[in-house]
T-cell receptor
Framework: NAGVMQNPRHLVRRRGQEARLRCSPM?????VYWYRQLPEEGLKFMVY????????ESGMPKERFSAEFPKEGPSILRIQQVVRGDSAAYFC??????????FGAGTRLSVL | DAKTTQPPSMDCAEGRAANLPCNHS???????VYWYRQIHSQGPQYIIH???NNETNEMASLIITEDRKSSTLILPHATLRDTAVYYC???????????FGAGTRLFVKA
């Protein structure tokens, strides 16, 4: 009974490159959430998606960041033209309905 | 969603009960109290949640005061592996934007 799977676990990018973070929700879960955690800070909500729909993206930076959750395949968080300030841990969570969220192990993005 | 207040840190001796308090004085009638924890560098882990009755599961117990303005998470026999940051979160029915505050950093000592 696999939990929420995120990959890669660690991602190193140079400034200006693109970062693609993947999240496969728990089996049967159709709700996906992305959070960002800067070093020594709490988690910040970024976006909430259901299959093929963005429900709430109020926590997403207006530029360079996008997220999708296609009908088939994992949810993708995409960061274009990364900058050093994007270095953080990015956590994905999934839920059966809008209640208990189960989190993945996270992707640690380092921007050189 | 109502705000919560938690002490920044607490110590607990291994094998003893850890009692983590949380104030949520502005909680409304349809808001639940959720507890998560984050062990260093890992993703947050759901622990327990409740509305107004006390709840218990294999991990912990949740005691909610009658006026619902505060609650206590109880780890009955803390182990070293329970050292983590514990987050108390208030969330509406159907709410999803889980707001993680600073939480309580629990140190379990041998």
């Amino acid at each position: 009974n696999a939990g929420v799977m995120q990959n890669p676990r660690h991602l190193v990018r140079r400034r200006g490159q693109e970062a693609r973070l993947r999240c496969s929700p728990m089996k049967g879960h159709s709700h996906v959430y992305w959070y960002r955690q800067l070093p020594e800070e709490g988690l910040k909500f970024m976006v909430y998606l259901q299959k093929e729909n963005i429900i709430d993206e109020s926590g997403m930076p207006k530029e360079r960041f996008s997220a999708e959750f296609p009908k088939e395949g994992p949810s993708i968080l995409r960061i274009q033209q990364v900058v050093r300030g994007d270095s953080a841990a990015y956590f994905c969570a999934s839920s059966l309905q809008e209640n208990i969220q189960y989190f993945g192990a996270g992707t640690r993005l380092s921007v050189l | 969603d109502a705000k919560t207040t938690q002490p920044p840190s607490m110590d607990c001796a291994e094998g003893r009960a850890a009692n983590l308090p949380c104030n949520h004085s502005t909680i409304s009638g349809n808001e639940y109290v959720y507890w998560y924890r984050q062990i260093h560098s890992q993703g947050p882990q759901y622990i327990i949640h409740g509305l107004k009755n006390n709840e218990t599961n294999e991990m912990a117990s949740l005691i909610i005061t009658e006026d619902r303005k505060s609650s206590t998470l109880i780890l009955p026999h803390a182990t070293l592996r329970d050292t983590a940051v514990y987050y108390c979160i208030v969330l509406n029915t159907g709410g999803f934007k889980t707001i993680f505050g600073a939480g309580t950093r629990l140190f379990v000592k041998a």
